[in-house]
């Protein structure tokens, strides 16, 4: 199943906005757990990506990592307390999606 896939079946909805300017940074995406939605950054893809295979890339790998904060929040998987960790295993997870 792929990460849009499975985040029908999640009920998550994928949202594309403006997320604003994050400086030297680049939010890529972020979760709502309210929605529950992964919120895609339209500034990001515009700025990371040049063509439609590369957007498609980006935003299975940010709604995998998102994914994996929706699961935390519902207790499918443990919650770190560690940011670090946390981040750690969402990006574990989003290797895990092929796309």
């Given at each position: 199943?792929?990460?849009?896939?499975?985040?029908?079946?999640?009920?998550?909805?994928?949202?594309?906005?403006d997320?604003?300017?994050?400086?030297?940074?680049?939010?890529?995406?972020e979760?709502?757990?309210e929605g529950p939605?992964?919120?895609?950054?339209?500034r990001?893809?515009?700025?990371?990506?040049?063509?439609?295979a590369?957007?498609?890339?980006l935003?299975?790998?940010?709604?995998?990592?998102e994914?994996?904060?929706?699961?935390?929040?519902?207790?499918?998987?443990?919650?770190?307390?560690s940011?670090?960790?946390?981040?750690?295993?969402?990006?574990?997870?989003a290797?895990?999606?092929?796309g």
């Open positions: 199943m792929t990460a849009l896939e499975t985040a029908a079946a999640y009920g998550v909805a994928v949202l594309f906005e997320l604003g300017d994050w400086g030297e940074a680049t939010l890529i995406a979760y709502d757990p939605a992964v919120r895609i950054n339209l990001a893809l515009d700025r990371m990506c040049h063509d439609a590369a957007r498609a890339e935003v299975a790998r940010a709604v995998a990592h994914l994996y904060h929706h699961r935390e929040a519902i207790g499918d998987v443990p919650r770190y307390s940011r670090m960790a946390r981040e750690r295993e969402a990006r574990e997870h290797r895990t999606f092929d």
